[in-house]
């Protein structure tokens, strides 16, 4: 049985129009007729009812349908897996990293393998939290920079680099800027700009603020970048890590400020079962393990 006959289906059954259905699937009418033909014949039955005006699934079409939809889903598994066994056999090592990698203090550790395993070809693949835990999951990659697994990021194996703090970012010009320190209630009924919706860090804030009394009510919710524009016009305060606030341009009118007690997290490499990794995902990750937990 062709699977892209039995993706053609799908479409056909989706959308129950033969022109769009030949369309996305980059053939003519004539030929997504002639494949669903020669797959109800296969399967021995009718999968869908034409007439002149209309076209309809079938009793057996529509049984066939969520059967079909599991044959694709587990050759798209097959697939990713695949690739991976591939990437085994040509010294390949593909990592998912988090956005801007240099904020996380985990770039010195990348270069520095690439330096000692220099006929190991790697491959990063850069996303925020959620894009890389989704690409986890699809079997993407099997190491990837995360935080530690919590009921937020799901389960995996769990190597700790670097435990850092956050701090306060605010612009030049804002009163609180001459502060030595800043404790979250300081900043109690101040526009507060939180990178990373649902993510770990944003849990982290939100927990910290909750244990103080106060209410968790960002203005702004998304990248980095767009936290950083804002508060160069002065529209708020945002809450960072303190690589993230060392590697801000020195004329960009943003002050860090210590906030106390400390906000204190840990992140590193979330990983898959040691005997489910390559040699040369093995050779990265006993890299890495020769280095003591960097406290900033």
């Known amino acids: ?33 002639k494949h669903i033909r020669i797959l109800e014949k296969e399967l021995g039955t009718q999968l869908f009812i034409r007439t002149t005006r209309s076209i309809r699934l079938t009793e057996a079409g529509i049984m066939f349908l969520p059967y079909a939809k599991k044959i694709i889903g587990l050759c798209d598994s097959y697939s990713s897996e695949l690739e991976l ?33 220099p006929d190991i070809n790697f491959n990063l693949i850069e996303a925020d939290e959620i894009g890389l835990l989704d690409m986890f999951k699809q079997r993407k990659y099997n190491l990837f920079t995360a935080f530690p697994p919590s009921e937020l990021t799901g389960n995996y194996e769990f190597l700790p680099m670097v435990e850092t703090k956050f701090v306060a970012l605010v612009n ?16 109690s009924g101040e526009k507060i700009l939180i990178p990373g919706r649902n993510s770990t860090l944003q849990a982290i ?69 040691i005997d ?21």
């Open 1 to 33: 049985m062709n699977t892209e006959h039995i993706k053609e289906f799908i479409l056909l059954a989706s959308n129950l129009n033969f022109s769009k259905a030949a369309e996305d699937s980059f053939i003519s009418q004539s030929s997504l007729s």
């Open 85 to 117: 066994f591939s990437s085994r056999d040509n010294n390949k090592l593909v990592v998912g990293i988090i956005s801007n990698p240099q904020y996380y203090d985990l770039a010195g550790y990348m270069i520095g393998f690439m330096i000692a395993e």
């Open 172 to 187: 030049t010009s804002h009163p609180l800027a001459n502060k030595t320190s800043l404790s979250l209630k300081d900043l």
């Open 205 to 273: 804030i939100k927990d910290a603020m909750i244990k103080q009394g106060l209410e968790f009510c960002p203005t702004y919710e998304g990248s980095s970048i767009g936290s950083i524009e804002l508060l160069k016009a002065g529209m708020g305060i945002s809450l960072h890590s303190v690589e993230f606030s060392n590697n801000l341009p020195n004329n960009s009118n943003i002050q860090a400020i210590p906030i106390e007690p400390d906000i204190k997290f840990v992140y590193g490499i979330g990983h898959r079962p």
């Open 276 to 296: 489910e990794l390559s040699s040369s995902e093995k050779k990265y990750l006993n890299y890495l393990k020769q280095f003591e937990l960097k406290k900033i």
